[in-house]
């Protein structure tokens, strides 16, 4: 049974691998990508300028390590250039998670089921074929972690550990609360090296804002966050509640679906922290601990947990190696039936891309067909602007619409406006002709409206 189950779950990876790497050649869909990581790194691309102020994109002072490295491969490779970083990233997470889950339990099976339990969830599945950065976060992260969780820790692995940190924190802030908590659990010794690595981030962020963390502490932040979670969630009762059902919660988020098993992955970590192995120990507590942090951080996303997962599922994969075979085999099998059912969603989900992937719709027209799914997005459904608007006009882009990396040209944005500078063009949505000084000219099927100003 020990072989066949070792089979099966080499079979799915290689599934999801294949549907994933497919997946990154397949037009960006994803809500953030489109808003921010893509369209910031085009616009730097299009306009040398780093810093946009104004509503639509505040994220742009923030540490944008993915978005930098992502630049040359954009201007080389378009969107499928960044969506390859974050899909190598998955698999590098699932080469750390293999090594350090054979060593600790000397068990291909075991190994390939703690692969699979990162790999074959809904949120890590789809995050590699989209241009998010958290999985980019994860692996430095995780190559931090396998360092100070090794057999010998020196000086040395502990400088090493907080460059890995530090280029994590370049890529989210929430990596500041991971610092924290492998330094209290490993070593102090990261943090200076870390800080160092991460502070061009603190300095952008100062010079264009005035706050070295923006947008953390700033009252809007406060206020946008805590709106979706209500007003009573850091109260005492309410934190403990999160906590205790922290394996609920973990099997079914309020957004971004992991997998069947994450809470029972949780549940099988927690008796590690009796271990008599100290590392095995240290590897639960900063999972567990990661999990807390997760509950404190409003809203809750399970995205900002994959740093801990890992760690998670080493602890768990430790206590399934004690138990009595029998007992473990059946554990991994319900594992195996979870990782089969996310392979099933995920080329379930994929069938959207058919169209597209035979040929028989464009690009656009492919957007323009999940444009319902698509709010608020610039589509050039008909090709209007490619082929009959000059490269080189001026176009603004009003705040009716938001994501606008499939915009073909430079632009401006209604949030950075130049006052001072004569338009050409206005792109805009839902916008009345008496509302705009000029000729509307066309207005496209997902109702993009152009006017000649």
Known sequence: MAKTLVRLNFAILIALIVVNL?????????????????????LFLLKGQWYFPGGLFYYSPMPRLVELIGMPLLAQFGYVGPKLVEFFSGLAICILIYRLAKRFTGNVLLAFTAVNLFYATWLVSWLSSATYVDLIRTVFELCAFALLAGETLTTRHKLLAGVFLGLAIGVKWHALGSLLLLSLIFSPLVIPTALLVASPW???????????????????????QLAQVGAHYYAPLAIFSRFFFAPIFLTKPSEDFLSPVAGIVYLLAVPCLLSANKIIRKIALFGILGTFLLQLTPPPSTRYFLSYLPALIIAAVYFLSRLKRVITLWIIGVFTLSALLILGMRLSAFAKFFPYLTGKLSENRFLASQSARLPDTFIDADDYVKNNLPSDASYVISNNLHNLFYFPYNFDHESFVDNSRRYDYLITKNTPAEEVDGDLIHINPVGIQIYKL
């Open 202 to 224: 603190f300095f952008i962020a100062y010079h264009f804002t005035g706050n070295p963390v923006f947008p953390l502490f700033e009252k809007f932040m406060q206020q946008t």
């Open 22 to 42: 497919l997946g990154a050649f397949m037009p960006e869909l994803s809500f953030d990508a489109l808003w921010y990581h893509l369209t910031l790194s085009k």
